[in-house]
């Protein structure tokens, strides 16, 4: 009798534990589902507009938020790079300043090449002006890129080329990196043409540029060779 009572028991707390199970794995595959929809589904148009509303760090920005980014399912570059400066957040135009002068002479591209986003995507690591610091604009906020960046490269299925500009870009997108800037910059056939370390275009790093001639003397004209050969091929519909 006592056995039979015990039996019991066990069988019905072993059944509450099963359905307590599938509750947990269904509330988690649940979650996982919303994820998942929410980084792969997300519609480039919705996404967008979700960043363009976006106030997460606005406490922290000086002028307020004003997300620049570029963007385009089709485009076969993109650059990445660190956060607009004050000019740029006044046009709201990427790279609308002497940084986007010399980045595009270094590309072999026009204006208008570069600010079609059929062909270039700009994606920075902060998409707001973060204010200045002591020595230059404070680094990108850090709240942006784990907000925002992998769903947006979701949707660059194109992708062949990404010029990764200072710092915090090779942060994200050379993971595990050992090297200094420098040495990245310099080591840049280990992942040629996928990855492109490269130093900012900024005239701050003119002395940069003088110390390391190799720079515009080796890496720019292999790199306005292959993007003139992205852009044609893409014009011509290959591959
Ligand atoms: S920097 Fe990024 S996270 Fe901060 S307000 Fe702008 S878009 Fe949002």
């Known amino acids: 009798m006592v056995g039979g009572v015990i039996e019991k028991r066990v069988m019905i707390q072993r059944a509450s534990f099963v359905v307590a199970c599938r509750e947990q794995l269904s509330a988690l595959c649940n979650a996982w589902a919303k994820l998942y929809i929410d980084v792969t589904m997300t519609d480039l148009p919705t996404l967008l507009e979700q960043v363009r509303h976006c106030t997460i760090c606005a406490d922290n ?117 050992k090297q200094s800037v420098t040495e990245a910059v310099r080591q840049w056939r280990r992942s040629w043409p996928a990855v492109v370390p490269m130093p900012h275009p900024s005239p701050r790093n003119n002395r940069w540029l003088g110390n390391n001639p190799w720079f515009e003397q080796e890496l720019v004209p292999e790199l306005q060779n292959k993007i003139a050969e992205l852009l044609q091929c893409q014009s011509d519909a290959c591959g």
Do not use: N
Not at 61 to 73: D, F, I, K, M, S
Not at 109 to 134: Q, R
Not at 139 to 158: D, F, T, V
């Open 61 to 177: 920005l000086p002028l307020g938020p004003r997300p620049v980014v570029q963007l385009g399912t089709r485009s076969r570059i993109l650059i990445a790079g660190q956060a607009p400066g004050r000019k740029v957040h006044e046009s709201g135009i990427a790279f609308d300043d002497a940084s986007g002068e010399r980045l595009r002479r270094w590309m072999g591209v026009s204006p208008e090449t570069f600010h079609d986003a059929d062909k270039v995507s700009i994606l920075p690591m902060g998409f707001c002006y973060p204010g200045k610091g002591k020595s230059g604009d404070l680094p990108p906020r850090p709240e942006c890129a784990p907000q925002w960046r992998a769903r947006l490269l979701s949707h660059l299925g194109k992708l062949e080329m990404t010029l990764v500009i200072g710092q915090y870009a090779m942060d994200y997108h050379l993971p595990g990196r």
